[in-house]
């Protein structure tokens, strides 16, 4: 398969690769058998509640956006995370050894993910042998990493009240960018599907919070402000 400069340049950051050589990236995707597609905004890459296979693939995320999502009977969507170009979607389920899909893969926008067959990365191959050992490692931390992302969610979304769970996640926001001032990678509705919110009550709650001089924020650019003490 053609593998571009820029295509290359996501690889080399994407965790699965991770203290790998380019060169031995290029011998590895050919082993995995990897293979590029391209998917339109809104386009489901897959659906809930689908039969999974026997050869499940995993893919790495090339451009675009990506959300993993629960709909209920009545439509209400929920957000469970999102991939951003490096990242991985599918590993869990390929490993799990489940029946079925338990949430649906959609490009947030357009999207180019290159799918590799994740029996593959756990069966050792004479002709990259050398390579599988850190290729298996660093599979498992990933694994490890989207489980601590997911204890971080529960932490958001277990708060009471929509003020709460906007607090507890700007607040990791701001931890993980290491400054007050931050972009997050949602949209209003997006947050609103993340945090499990209302998005008018979402809305309204960012606006009072703004009023106090809690935050400050322009579409998705929010500035944290530290807490006034009394004088």
């Not at 469970?80 to 490993?95: K, R, S, Y």
């Not at 204890?151 to 929509?162: A, D, G, L, S, W």
């Not at 990678?185 to 809690?214: T, W």
Request: proline share 3%; net charge neutral; with cysteine.
């Amino acid at each position: 398969m053609k593998k571009t400069p820029r295509f290359m340049e996501i690889l080399r950051h994407c965790s699965l690769f991770a203290s790998i050589d380019e060169a031995d990236v290029a011998a590895i995707l050919d082993c995995l058998g990897a293979y590029q597609k391209g998917y339109a905004k809104n386009n489901f890459i897959f659906i809930a509640d689908t039969p999974l296979s026997s050869a499940i693939p995993v893919g790495i995320l090339l451009s675009g956006r990506v959300h993993l999502i629960q709909d209920d009977f009545w439509g209400n969507r929920s957000i469970i995370a999102q991939v951003e170009p490096g990242g991985l979607l599918g590993e869990a389920f390929a490993c799990g050894e489940l029946s079925r899909l338990p949430v649906s893969a959609i490009a947030a926008e357009a999207s180019d993910i290159l799918l590799v067959d994740y029996k593959r990365i756990l069966t050792l191959c004479s002709s990259v042998c050398v390579f599988h050992s850190r290729l298996i490692s660093n599979m498992i931390r990933i694994l490890a990493e989207h489980n601590i992302r997911l204890i971080q969610k529960i932490e958001h979304i277990t708060r009471r009240t929509t003020r709460e769970k906007l607090r507890s996640y700007l607040s990791s926001q701001a931890q993980q960018a290491g400054t007050s001032h931050f972009d997050i990678p949602f949209n209003r509705q997006e947050l609103a599907d993340y945090l499990g919110v209302d998005r008018s009550a979402m809305s309204n709650e960012l606006c009072k919070m703004q009023h106090e001089g809690l935050l400050r924020f322009d579409h998705n650019h929010f500035f944290l402000e530290p807490f006034s003490k009394p004088g």
